[in-house]
């Protein structure tokens, strides 16, 4: 069936042994040279999502925050506090939907 490569971005060394483990083609030959290639941007791959992500993260943060602060300047109405709640609620959303993920690659990757 082929080899998948793992789910999650390995660190240098470790996705260095990866490749040198699992490539099955001849050491040199232009297949295991693609092999490589096709590793290594699925690796950039998976590491710009996580960045993504944590980029979402603080987002969501910041607009709770922002929130809040004019919520402190405009104390009447309770519109503003309803908006640091919901952003602040999608902040740990979005850490419990990445850790929920994280978990669900190391299972996989095992």
Not at 55 to 65: D, K, Q, R
Not at 99 to 107: G, Q, S, V
């Amino acid at each position: 069936m082929g080899v998948w490569f793992p789910r999650r971005p390995l660190p240098k060394r470790e996705a260095e042994r990866w490749v040198d483990e699992h490539n099955p083609f001849v050491a040199g030959s232009p297949e295991a040279q693609m092999f490589e290639q096709y590793f290594w941007l699925s690796q950039a791959d998976r590491r710009e999502r996580r960045s993504w992500s944590r980029w979402l993260v603080a987002v969501w943060v910041g607009l709770a925050v922002v929130a809040g602060v004019l919520r402190w300047f405009a104390p009447e109405g309770d519109g503003l506090l309803t908006l640091v709640w919901l952003f602040g609620l999608a902040a740990v959303g979005q850490l419990w939907w990445d850790a929920l993920a994280d978990r669900h690659r190391a299972e996989a990757d095992r």
